[in-house]
Each structure stands twice: as C-alpha cells, then as structure tokens.
Nanobody, 124 residues
Framework: VQLQASGGGLVQAGGSLRLSCAASGLTSSTYTRGWFRQAPGKEREFVAA????????TYADSVKGRFTISRDNAKNTVYLRMNSLKPEDTAVYYC??????????????????WGQGTEVTVSS
C-alpha cells in the first residue's frame, strides 16, 4: 500500500488549502481514512478521519468548523479542505489508513499505513 499526499504549501493566515492523499494497493474501500499532523518540536496529533462511505467524520477540536475531510472511493483519494488557516496549523500533514471499520473515536485507532507527509506553512 502506498499513500501519496500532496497539496501543501505556504499560505497567509486566513487562507485556504486542499490536501489530497491518493492510495494505491488498497484491497478494500471500507477502510477508515485519516489525517494527522506534526508541528516542529511537537508530537503527531490527530486532525480528522472519515468513514468508508463518507457519511461520518470526526475532527480534532482545534480544526472543527474550519477543516473538512472528504473522500472519493472511485479514485481511492481522501481530501482535507482547510479554511481560515492559522499560524498554529503549520505542520507536516500525514494521511493514514486503518483497517478498522469506522465506529466512532477514530483518533484512537491503530493506523496501518502512512503517507510521506506534505508540509503546510501558515504565515501571520
């Protein structure tokens, strides 16, 4: 399984970005897909996750109302739309896949596959 994240970059505070994560080698579309991030000097943290159907999603409190996760199973791709970006959103963003079927609290799942990360920098 390979996950290819893209879409990061430099943006001013208040701006928007859309991250994409294309997966190859997945044997099922029922896997839960997620996004995590790691800021310099900090531990990796959960950002958002989405069920296989796209009907359910969970967000970290810090991004709720600003970020939207979505997926296109036909393309094996998950997206993270980030609006109203803040300097504290600066981090390397990683996409991940878990075989765990979504049933709530995806921030606690063990994720089986990880992408290489895409860097997001938000200037003030």
């Amino acid at each position: 399984v390979q996950l290819q994240a893209s879409g990061g970059g430099l943006v001013q505070a208040g701006g928007s970005l859309r991250l994409s994560c294309a997966a190859s080698g997945l044997t099922s579309s029922t896997y839960t897909r997620g996004w995590f991030r790691q800021a310099p000097g900090k531990e990796r943290e959960f950002v958002a996750a989405i069920s296989w159907s796209g009907s359910s999603a969970t967000y970290a409190d810090s991004v709720k109302g600003r970020f939207t996760i979505s997926r296109d199973n036909a393309k094996n791709t998950v997206y993270l739309r980030m609006n109203s970006l803040k300097p504290e959103d600066t981090a390397v963003y990683y996409c991940a896949v878990t075989r765990t079927i979504y049933s709530g609290s995806p921030q606690n799942y063990q994720y089986d596959y990880w992408g290489q990360g895409t860097e997001v920098t938000v200037s003030s």
